[in-house]
């Protein structure tokens, strides 16, 4: 993006996209706030922006007045209020979308099926198929967990880089859900190097006795998705294991290319 505005108002087309420049500028603004945590300073926009401050200053002073962005008492900038609605609305569309891709997924693995994405710090659910099975799991959609002790969050942070993991799990802590709950950085940056190796993430009775959970990402997602299934460990085996992971990757690829195609 260009530095300076000084020939190119912001009101201006951007150069090759068609687009206007002042909504990208924002918009970028707003996804760097994402991923600095929710919270902000101007000087630290401008750093990792290339954006000159008088420009950041402009456009957050719209934000804030829209409601997308607030100023808190230490003068930095957080993420408003009026975003939950659109996220939450967008969720349940990407939710609504998974769903048939989720159903075969129950069809081929006999196993609850979920979709998740990686809100923040946090886990979300947005999509659930039930097994048939009189024995099956159960997870709320829109159920919020911390990442450390779940398979989707584990497929989704193995896409981030370690130093940005840590810091994560310094603000969220690292609680544990089970005797099995891993609750060190050192021995979860471990197990995202196996995810990264394998291609696949478990959750062996991590967030809940019983309970072995397998995920994978869905690669090119517009927003960082996860889909998963979950059973009891008895029937969730490492046996069984070698069987559903093929069947997650080709749904998570196949529903990839449906977002794509969809322009979700």
């Known amino acids: 993006m260009p530095t300076s505005s000084a020939s190119t108002p912001d009101s201006a087309k951007a150069p090759g996209g068609g687009g206007v420049q002042s909504l990208e500028r924002a918009f970028d603004l707003l996804e760097r706030m994402a991923d600095a945590g929710g919270e902000v300073g101007l000087s630290e926009l401008s750093a990792t922006s290339g954006l000159p401050l008088p420009t950041i200053h402009r456009l957050m002073r719209t934000l804030v007045a829209c409601g997308y962005v607030r100023q808190q008492p230490n003068?930095?900038?957080?993420?408003?209020?009026?975003?939950?609605?659109?996220?939450e609305s967008a969720s349940r569309l990407l939710g609504t979308w998974a769903r048939p891709y989720l159903a075969r997924l129950v069809e081929e693995t006999g196993e609850t099926a979920n979709m998740a994405l990686l809100d923040g710090d946090e886990i979300v659910y947005v999509a659930q198929?039930?097994?048939?099975?009189?024995?099956r799991m159960f997870?709320?959609?829109g159920r919020r967990v911390l990442p450390h002790s779940t398979g989707v969050g584990k497929a989704l942070l193995s896409a981030v880089?370690?130093?940005?993991?840590?810091?994560?799990?310094g603000r969220t802590g690292m609680p544990a859900a089970t005797d099995r709950t891993i609750t060190t950085p050192?021995?979860?940056l471990k197990a995202l190097a196996e995810v990264r190796a394998q291609g696949y993430a478990v959750d062996d009775n991590e967030q809940e006795i019983g309970v072995r959970c397998l995920a994978v990402c869905v690669p090119d997602s517009p927003t960082a998705a996860a889909i998963s299934i979950s059973g009891p460990a008895g029937r969730v085996?490492?046996?069984?294991?070698?069987?559903i992971v093929p069947v997650l990757q080709q749904v998570a690829v196949?529903?990839?290319r449906s977002l794509a195609s969809s322009g979700l």
């Open 237 to 243: 085996t490492e046996e069984a294991t070698e069987k």
């Open 186 to 188: 050192e021995g979860f």
């Open 161 to 169: 880089p370690d130093g940005e993991v840590r810091a994560l799990l």
């Open 139 to 141: 997870t709320e959609v």
């Open 129 to 135: 198929v039930p097994s048939k099975h009189s024995m």
């Open 254 to 256: 196949e529903l990839s």
């Open 75 to 87: 003068r930095r900038y957080a993420l408003g209020p009026r975003l939950i609605r659109l996220g």
